[in-house]
């Protein structure tokens, strides 16, 4: 069974350029959700997406955004990069349910010159 | 809120022993899940073990297990007989509506 498929796992971009992210989920996981990892800030929430629509969006400006398709995959795009956006993006899925375990990807390394 | 404290920035321990890392936690709900994830070098999260607050026994999975102690909101990691490749950082978290909280993590480093 495929894991999460996050892509790509590096990415260098300049200040004020956009980006987008991608991730597939594991087959049959309707739930998505994006978070940040920084040595400063730790993992932080972005949003999770469920059946093409956000339910949760975290403490992050606007330039920070996402959508889902039908077939569960995601994308998360942050427009007007700054320095401070570097980071390790890690997208997680998990089937519907409370406590069930959310799977992660291996994450996408940005750096943001 | 839920909040998630760990309070070992990093820990040692000997090939062949066992370690414990630490997570207390607080919530004022009475449903709540637990979860410990590793993340090696390579940055993926690895899902470990899951601790359910109604769950009568302590999870194990494997050579992971969960010391939980619900009325000290404490759900500690227990990895026996570690190994090298147990060197990675753990992270401790619960859940809230539809979002993961982490602790800040511990980094556990395993010496030959």
């Known amino acids: 069974k495929a894991g999460v498929t996050q892509t790509p796992r590096y990415l260098i971009k300049t200040r004020g350029q956009q980006v987008t992210l991608s991730c597939s989920p594991i087959s049959g996981h309707r739930s998505v959700s994006w978070y940040q990892q920084t040595p400063g800030q730790g993992l932080q929430f972005l949003f999770e997406?469920?059946?093409?629509?956000?339910?949760n969006k975290g403490n992050f400006p606007g330039r920070f955004s996402g959508r889902q398709f039908s077939n569960s995959r995601s994308e998360m795009n942050v427009s007007t990069l700054e320095l401070g956006d570097s980071a390790l993006y890690l997208c997680?899925?998990?089937?519907?349910?409370?406590?069930?375990?959310?799977?992660f990807g291996q994450g996408t390394r940005l750096t943001v010159v | 809120a839920q909040k998630i404290t760990q309070t070992q920035p990093g820990m040692f321990v000997q090939e062949k022993e066992a370690v414990t890392l630490d997570c207390t936690y607080d919530?004022?709900?009475?449903?709540?899940?637990l979860f410990w994830y590793k993340q090696p070098s390579s940055g993926e999260m690895i899902f470990l073990i899951y601790q359910g607050s109604y769950d009568e026994q302590n999870a194990t999975e494997g050579r992971y297990s969960l010391n939980f102690q619900k009325a000290r909101k404490s759900a500690n990691l227990v990895i026996s007989a570690s190994q090298l490749g147990d060197s990675a950082m753990y992270f401790c978290?619960?859940?809230?509506?539809?979002?993961?909280?982490f602790g800040a993590g511990t980094i556990l480093r395993v010496k030959s």
């Open positions: 997406y469920f059946s093409e629509t956000q339910r």
């Open positions: 978290a619960m859940r809230e509506g539809n979002k993961l909280v």
């Open positions: 919530t004022s709900d009475q449903s709540y899940g």
């Open positions: 997680a899925s998990r089937k519907t349910g409370a406590n069930t375990e959310a799977f």
